[in-house]
């Protein structure tokens, strides 16, 4: 099978499963029903998709989302049109890529484009200014810290914190795709203090982006505790690549959900001594404890945060004299993260859990 009908396949696939779980206020038009439903006695917001384009997949829970907003609204109708199918019907309307969004108003057949954000609250307003509705949508607080002229000095140049800006232009269409992926970055960093995920509209504040030399949207840059010039990001600009790259630059350790890996928390410089205290016995246990508590003393911010934890897990095996505390102790730690708790607990206890593996 040539890749290209792979990834037909795998799309045809997605699409089927997103359809069955999660479109069903989203109404499925075809080329005999898309004209008893458009241009009638409604509106329509029809969105023109592939099964195998991402962007389309990236689309559709915001879409869905659109849908069930307006499932009361019987002025309107949010539909879509599977254009591998239905060839004929993308192409009178003259969809050339994916996915076009259009709005047909009541009574026509004369679509208009839409060309905003790709979020819901962007299409719920253009859906209501067409057609004329007042459909309320809760608001999904963004993680992403929204820049100016007055806070952009303060917050970009904060020396005790890691940021990456993008520089973007309302307009632009590479902007208007990056801004869910943008979020989902956001949110998965939103529990790092000292990291941030902030944008500024370029279009509008001009003399900041001439300033950091942008010529061009979107523009990445990081500005890093120990470097304020503005260092570009180049790499690739999907969620894994974005969260790669952050963790290299800013030594954090998240994963694209926003969790700590297996790596967070461990102190390389403490591996040695840990060693010596599980190897000792008695007093020389005692000894090797000292040891780690004077390094653990010589340690700053987060460091000294896991340097405690290093401390309190040596002092709880002195005290428990059970040598499968560690591993007893890990094994009650994961069936907690296996249930619903809040993302600090999940970080308080995954941190404990990855020193805890160091001593058993």
Not at 335 to 354: G, M
Request: with cysteine.
């Amino acid at each position: 099978m040539e890749k290209s009908q792979i990834w037909l396949a795998f799309g045809t696939m997605l699409s089927f499963l997103l359809t069955s779980t999660m479109a069903a206020d989203v109404v499925v038009l075809t080329e005999e029903s898309f004209h008893k439903e458009v241009g009638q006695d409604r509106g329509a917001l029809v969105e023109f998709y592939a099964p195998w384009c991402g962007h389309c997949q990236k689309l559709a829970p915001v879409y869905e989302k659109l849908a069930q907003s307006f499932k009361k609204a019987k002025s309107v109708l949010i539909g879509k049109v599977d254009c591998d199918e239905h060839k004929s019907l993308c192409s009178k309307y003259d969809v050339q890529g994916y996915p076009t969004v259009q709005w047909f108003p009541k009574g026509s057949l004369e679509p208009k484009t839409y060309e905003g954000h790709p979020t819901v609250e962007a299409l719920t307003e253009f859906v209501n200014t067409e057609g004329g509705t007042k459909v309320k949508i809760a608001a999904v607080p963004s993680s992403v810290v929204v820049l100016n002229a007055d806070n952009f000095d303060e917050v970009v140049l904060d020396e005790t914190k890691d940021v990456l800006v993008e520089f973007y232009a309302p307009w632009c269409g590479h902007c208007k795709i990056l801004a869910p992926t943008y979020e989902e970055v956001a949110t998965a960093f939103k529990m790092e203090d000292d990291v941030i995920i902030a944008n500024l509209d370029a279009d509008k504040y001009k003399d900041l982006a001439e300033k950091y030399e942008v010529t061009g949207f979107p523009t990445l840059k990081f500005f890093l505790k120990g470097n304020k010039t503005g260092e570009d990001y180049n790499g690739e600009r999907d969620l894994n690549a974005f969260v790669a790259v952050i963790n290299k630059k800013c030594g954090t350790n998240r994963n694209a959900k926003g969790q700590l890996t297996s790596k967070a928390g461990i102190l390389s410089s403490l591996d040695p001594l840990v060693k010596e205290f599980a190897a000792a016995t008695g007093d020389e246990k005692k000894a090797a404890f000292s040891k780690i508590e004077k390094e653990v003393e010589k340690f700053k911010g987060s460091y000294s945060r896991y340097g405690n934890i290093y401390l309190k897990v040596a002092k709880n095996c002195l005290e428990k004299k059970d040598a499968d505390y560690p591993k007893k102790e890990i094994e009650r730690l994961q069936r907690i993260l296996h249930k619903s708790i809040s993302p600090a607990k999940a970080d308080e206890f995954t941190l404990k859990k990855n020193i805890l593996s160091k001593f058993a």
